[in-house]
C-alpha cells in the first residue's frame, strides 16, 4: 500500500488546530483566495487529498472529488476493498480512483447519469457537491424540503457550508471553492440519530481526530545494532521531517513511572527499542513511535498451555503476547523458553510481549560467540584506502550484534571468545583456549557437569558447522558425552560454578545414519555418466534415498549391503562420508518387539520416533519393514542396533539392520 508523508509545515497545522472555521468572504473570489490554501494543507494532513490531485483547470473533476468525500467520510478502507472491478462502463478498473468511485457510488454521494455511466472526468457542479456534501452529514431526502436539486442546495445554505459564494445550480465549481466547503462540512455536526444525542462533527463521527483510538500501528522492528546514519531499521525506513517521539515506561520502581511523548532523535534509539510507523485512518504516516518498556523476571506460567500460547505470566504478573510475538518461542518447539526461565520481556505500545530474551549476569556477560568477522576497504574520499574490521557476536542474551575491532579478526570466527568494550561501537577480543576432547559426565539432577556444579544462569552455547544456538540446561542429554562434544567451560565465584558452557553437535544434528542399499562398482567411464568410473552407493534412511559417489579411486573400506554409514549433513543435505558406523549393540534373537522398544539379548531399547527398520535377505537384498514383521523367539543371523547416541546417555534406537540366515 502506498503510504502519504505529511510534511513538517503540514506536522505544524496539525499540533496547532486541525478545526475549520471560515467567515463567509464578500465574493467568492475573495473568499478562494483568504482561505483555500488554508484548507488545503488541513485536508493534506489528514490524507484526504494531496495537493497534487487537483487539475490544472482549476476546476474539479468527479474522480477526484470521490477520493475527496469518500476519505473525508472515514470510507477509505471500503475505497480499497472495491477496487479491481467496476460497474461502470467509462470507469476503468486500473484506475487509481476507482475504488473510490465505486466507494462513493455506493454510499450515494455520487450517483450515474441518465446513460448510466460515471463520467470520471466530467468537472463537478455545484448542484452534485451540494447533494454529496448533505449525504456525507448523514441526511436523506425524508430530510429535504422541496425537490431535488433546490432542496439540498438550500439544505446546504442553511448548514453554512456555501455562505459567500453563490453558484448557480449547474455551475462548474472551482477546485478552490470546493477545498474550502469540504473544510466547512468537516466541522460541521452531523445529523443527529435522537434529539438528546451530543453534536458531533463529521470529522469526530468519521474518525480523523487527531487522538489515539484512530491511530493504526505498523509492524513492529525490535532495535539492535542500529545505525542512524542509514535510516532504516527492519521494513522501517525513516523519513525526513517525521518526528520520532520516545515512551518510556520505568518499571523499576513501583508505580512504574512513565514518561510519554518525548522527541527524540534517529541517534537516541537503543537496543531492545521497539520502534512503530502511526498511521491516521487514512494511511498517513503521522510519527515514528518508540516504546522503552522492559519487563524482567522468571516465567511463572505460559497459559493457557506449551501447545497455544496466547500469554506468559512473569513473576506471576499476567502479560499477553502481541500480535508480532514469535510464538515458537513459548510452544513446544525445541529450544523454546519454559516456566522457571529467566528472562527479558520486550512489551510494546499496548503493553504486550514483542519479544523475550535471556537475562546476562556478570558472571557470563563478557561471553560471546563470533558469528562472522568482515574486512572492507573504505572507498569514500575522506578516508579512501583505510581498512576496517568488524565482528558479529552473539551474546548470552541471544541477540547478534556487529561491532568494530582494532585488527583483522578472522582467527577468531566461529569460536567462543571473551570480549570487552572499547566504546559503544569497538569492542577488542580475547581467545579461550578450549579444553582437550575426553568424555565428560552430565548430572542434569545434580546440575553437574564433570565435577564442578553449574551456576543458576549458566549460559550453553551449541554450535554446528552451520549454526549456532542457545540452549537450556535440562535440553543437555543426561549420562556421559562424548569427546569433543564439551570445547569450553567457563567457571566463576569461589566455588568456581560452570557460569558458560561450549558444546559442539551436542544433539548429533550434524552427522545422520544411512543404510546402504546396494553398490554399484566402477566401469569404464561412460561420458554420459561421470560417475560412472567410481563407486556408487545408494544410501536409504527411512523414505529419503540417496546415492553417494566415492571418488577416492577406491570404496568404502568395510561397506557391505546392509552397512550403515553416519554421513556429515549440511543445511539439511548430505556433505560427505564420515565413516562406516560401528553397531551399539548386536544379537541373533528378539525377545519381544512393539512399536515403541525392543528387547533383545535381556535387555529393553527404546525407538527413536523416526526409528527404521531393513531386512537383508539372504541373496543379499534389502528391505524396509515393520516392527510387526519381525519374529520373535528365533534366530536370525545377525541383529545390529544402532542408536542416535550412546546407550548409557539415553540413546534410542535409532536403525535396525536384521539379517536372515
Not at 180 to 194: C, S, W
Not at 472 to 488: Q, R
Not at 605 to 630: E, H, R, W
Amino acid at each position: 500500500m502506498l503510504k502519504k508523508i505529511i510534511t513538517l509545515t503540514m506536522i505544524a497545522v496539525l499540533c496547532i488546530s486541525t478545526t475549520f472555521s471560515y467567515a463567509a468572504a464578500g465574493t467568492q473570489a475573495e473568499s478562494a483566495q483568504s482561505a483555500w490554501k488554508d484548507s488545503l494543507s488541513k485536508l493534506e494532513v489528514m490524507g484526504i487529498i494531496n495537493e497534487s490531485d487537483l487539475n490544472t483547470t482549476g476546476k474539479m473533476s468527479r474522480d477526484i472529488f470521490s477520493k475527496i468525500i469518500v476519505n473525508s467520510t472515514g470510507n477509505y478502507e471500503l475505497a480499497q476493498s472495491l477496487k479491481g472491478s467496476t460497474t461502470f462502463s467509462d470507469v476503468s478498473k486500473t484506475s487509481e480512483f476507482c475504488g473510490y468511485i465505486n466507494a462513493a457510488a455506493n454510499k450515494g454521494y455520487l450517483t450515474a447519469y441518465a446513460d448510466g455511466k460515471f463520467k470520471p472526468s466530467s468537472n463537478i457542479s455545484f448542484a452534485q457537491l451540494c447533494t454529496a456534501m448533505i449525504g456525507a452529514l448523514g441526511y436523506t431526502s425524508n430530510d429535504i424540503i422541496g425537490i431535488w436539486p433546490k432542496g439540498y442546495i438550500d439544505k446546504a445554505k442553511s448548514l453554512g457550508l456555501t455562505s459567500g459564494f453563490s453558484y448557480k445550480t449547474y455551475d462548474e465549481v472551482p477546485a478552490t471553492s470546493i477545498i474550502i466547503m469540504i473544510g466547512r462540512m468537516l466541522g460541521t455536526n452531523v445529523k443527529k440519530a435522537n434529539t438528546n444525542d451530543a453534536d458531533v462533527t463529521l470529522k469526530e463521527w468519521a474518525g480523523l481526530t487527531n487522538d489515539q483510538a484512530n491511530w493504526v500501528y505498523g509492524e513492529p522492528e525490535v532495535a539492535f545494532n542500529f545505525n542512524p546514519n542509514t535510516r532504516k531499521l527492519g521494513n522501517i525506513t525513516f523519513k525526513a521531517n517525521i518526528p520520532v517521539l520516545r515512551n518510556t515506561i520505568d518499571n523499576g520502581v513501583s508505580p512504574a513511572a512513565s514518561v510519554i511523548g518525548e522527541k527524540i532523535s534517529l541517534s537516541d534509539i537503543k537496543d531492545k527499542d521497539v520502534v512503530y510507523e502511526v498511521y491516521n485512518k487514512l494511511d498517513v504516516l503521522i510519527y515514528y513511535l518508540v516504546i522503552d518498556n522492559k519487563i524482567e523476571g522468571e516465567i511463572t506460567s505460559i497459559l493457557p498451555n506449551k501447545y497455544a500460547p496466547t500469554s506468559i505470566k512473569i513473576n506471576d504478573v499476567n502479560y499477553d503476547l502481541g500480535e508480532y510475538a514469535k510464538i515458537e518461542k513459548f510452544n513446544s518447539t525445541d529450544g523454546s523458553f519454559s516456566v522457571g526461565d529467566h528472562i527479558s520481556a520486550v512489551l510494546g505500545y499496548d503493553g504486550k510481549v514483542v519479544d523475550v530474551y535471556l537475562v546476562e549476569d556478570d558472571n557470563n556477560k563478557e561471553y560471546a560467540f563470533v558469528v562472522n568477522c568482515k574486512t572492507k576497504v573504505s572507498e569514500a574520499a575522506a578516508d579512501y584506502g583505510k581498512t576496517y574490521y568488524t565482528v558479529e557476536l552473539m551474546h548470552v542474551d541471544g541477540t547478534t550484534k556487529s561491532y568494530k575491532v582494532q585488527e583483522d579478526a578472522s582467527d577468531y570466527k566461529w569460536r567462543l571468545v571473551k570480549y570487552s568494550n572499547i566504546d559503544d561501537d569497538t569492542v577488542t577480543l580475547l581467545n579461550l583456549n578450549y579444553r582437550s576432547d575426553s568424555e565428560i559426565v552430565i548430572d542434569r539432577y545434580q546440575e553437574k557437569i564433570g565435577q564442578s556444579y553449574t551456576a543458576d544462569n549458566v549460559k550453553i552455547f551449541n554450535y554446528t558447522d552451520e549454526s549456532v544456538d542457545l540452549i537450556k540446561w535440562e535440553d543437555i542429554p543426561d549420562g556421559t558425552l562424548a569427546a569433543g562434544k564439551v570445547k569450553y567451560l567457563a567457571t566463576s565465584g569461589d566455588f568456581g560454578d560452570v557460569c558458560v558452557i561450549l558444546t559442539n553437535d551436542i544433539f548429533n544434528q550434524q552427522y545422520k545414519n544411512y543404510v546402504v542399499k546396494s553398490i554399484k562398482e566402477p566401469s569404464d567411464k561412460n561420458l554420459a555418466d561421470e560417475n560412472s568410473a567410481y563407486y556408487q552407493y545408494s544410501l536409504v534412511s527411512g523414505s529419503e534415498n540417496y546415492t553417494y559417489v566415492s571418488k577416492t579411486g577406491t570404496g568404502i573400506s568395510g561397506a557391505i549391503i546392509g552397512s550403515v554409514l553416519s554421513m556429515k549433513m549440511y543445511n539439511n543435505k548430505v556433505s560427505t562420508f564420515s565413516k562406516v558406523a560401528t553397531p551399539d549393540t548386536s544379537g541373533i534373537r528378539v525377545q519381544a518387539v512393539d512399536s515403541k522398544r525392543i528387547k533383545m539379548n535381556n535387555s529393553v531399547y527404546m525407538f527413536d520416533s523416526n526409528v527404521a527398520i531393513y531386512l537383508k535377505d539372504y541373496k543379499g537384498n534389502l528391505t524396509s519393514i515393520k516392527y510387526s514383521d519381525i519374529t520373535v523367539n528365533i534366530d536370525y543371523a545377525l541383529i545390529k542396533l544402532y542408536f542416535d547416541r550412546p546407550i548409557n546417555n539415553g540413546g534410542r534406537v535409532q536403525a535396525i539392520v536384521i539379517s536372515q540366515n
